[in-house]
C-alpha cells in the first residue's frame, strides 16, 4: 500500500509508540466503561448508583483545559517530553491496578476513576501532539485507523479478557494481572520525539496557558461552522456512548451470562471494531470526509435499529451475536472517520483538536449518564430508538455544509 512506502522511519517508529498507547488506552477505558460497571453490577450496587461513575470521568471531557497549560510545560519551560510519558505511564498502571478492590466504597471507586481518567487525559494530550506533528493530514485517516487496532486489542483485554479472568478467578485478580500486562505495554518502545513545539504562530506559543485557552475558546465560538461541528458531534456520540455504556448490562438484562458475553461480544465485537476501523481508514484516504461520515452514519444507524428490534423481542444466541458485530464494526467505521474529520478540521492546531474531542467526550458523560438512567427502567426501545434518531442532524450537515465538504 503506498500509505507504507510513503512512511519515514521516524515515523514508523512514532506511529508504533501511538499504536502502544492507544492498547493501554483501550484496555483502561473499556476496563472502566464495561468490565468495572459489570463488577459493581454483580456485587449489587444498582443502576441508579452507578450513574455517578461516568461523571468521574470529567477529566476527558475538560481535556482541553489541560492542552495548553501541557504544551506550554514542554515548550516554555522545556520539560523533558520523555519524563512526562514514564510519569503518566506508571500512574495509569497504579490506579487500574486497584481497581478490583474499591468495589465496597463507590467514594474511592470514584476518585479511582477520577484520576484514572485524568492520566489518560494528559496521556491522550501528549500523544495528539506528537501525531499532529509527525504526518502530513492526507495520512491521518490511516494513522488514526491503525491506532484504533491497537485500541481495540485493548479493548479485548479489558472486556473479554477480564471477563474471562473474572469468570475463573474473580475481579481482584483479573485486574491485578492486567495492570501487569499493562506496564509491560507501558514501558514499549519509546522513540525519538520529533520537535512537536513548532507552531506557524510562534508569538501564540509564547503566550501562557491561560491565554492560549482564551484565544482558543472564542476563535471556535466566532467561527461559522461552530454550531453544525457540536450538532455534527452530538449526532456521533449519543448512540455510540448509550450502545458501549449499556451493552454489557443490556445483555445481562436479555439472561447471558458473563463467558456468554465474552463469546458473543467482547472478543467477536472487537474484532469487528478492528475491521470497520481499517476499512475506516481506507475510505478516508481514497475519498472525502463528508461522504465518509455521511456514509457511516447512516450505517451506524441502522445497527442502532437492529438493537431496538433486538430489545422488542427475545432472539437466539447466534442472531444476537451478529448484530453485536455489526453494531462493533460500524461503531468501528463511524468512529476513524469522525477522529479524521476532527484530525484535518483542526489543520494541525494541537489545542484546537484537543477541544473537538473534548466537545465529544463532555457530550458522552452526559450521555452516559443519560442511557444508565433510561435503561434504569428496562426502557431499552425507547433508548435505542433514540440513537437512531440522534443521526439525523449530523447526516443533513454532511450534504448541505460547506465547511465540511472543503476539508477534502
Known sequence: MRFFKD??????????????????????????????????YEHGINLKSMSIIPIAAAPYGFKFLLSPYIKNLICVRNFSLTALVR????????????????????????????????????????????????????QFGMVTAFTTVGFRIGM??????????????GWKVGFSLLAGILILINMALTPHFINICESKNPDYEKQSGSKQLFTLIKNFIISSGSIGVILL????????????????????????DKIQIANIS???????????GLVGGVATYKLAVNKCMSFSLAFFASSCSLFYWLSCRSLGIWTTAFILTISSFSCGFLNVVFRTFVDKYSHKDVNKNVLLISLGSLLKLIFANLSLLIANNN??????????????????????????????
Open 7 to 40: 512512511l519515514t522511519k521516524e515515523q514508523i517508529s512514532i506511529q508504533i509508540f501511538i499504536f502502544c498507547k492507544a492498547v493501554v488506552a483501550g484496555l483502561v477505558l473499556m476496563g472502566v466503561n464495561s468490565s468495572f460497571f459489570g463488577m459493581l
Open 87 to 138: 510519569i503518566v505511564q506508571i500512574t495509569v498502571f497504579i490506579l487500574f491496578s486497584t481497581l478490583g478492590f474499591v468495589t465496597d466504597n463507590m467514594l474511592i471507586a470514584t476518585l479511582n476513576v477520577f484520576l484514572l481518567t485524568l492520566s489518560i487525559s494528559i496521556y491522550d494530550i501528549i500523544v495528539t501532539h506528537i501525531k499532529l506533528m509527525s504526518f502530513d493530514s492526507n
Open 156 to 169: 479485548l483485554f479489558g472486556g473479554g479478557g477480564l471477563a474471562y479472568l473474572a469468570y475463573y478467578l
Open 233 to 256: 458531534i452530538l449526532s456521533v456520540k449519543f448512540p455510540d456512548i448509550s450502545l458501549h455504556t449499556t451493552k454489557q448490562m443490556f445483555l445481562l438484562f436479555k439472561g447471558f
Open 266 to 276: 467482547q472478543i467477536p465485537g472487537v474484532l469487528a471494531m478492528i475491521i470497520g
Open 379 to 408: 426502557n431499552w426501545g425507547l433508548l435505542y430508538m433514540l440513537c437512531v434518531l440522534s443521526t439525523i442532524p449530523g447526516i443533513v450537515i454532511c450534504f448541505k455544509s460547506r465547511w465540511l465538504k472543503d476539508l477534502g
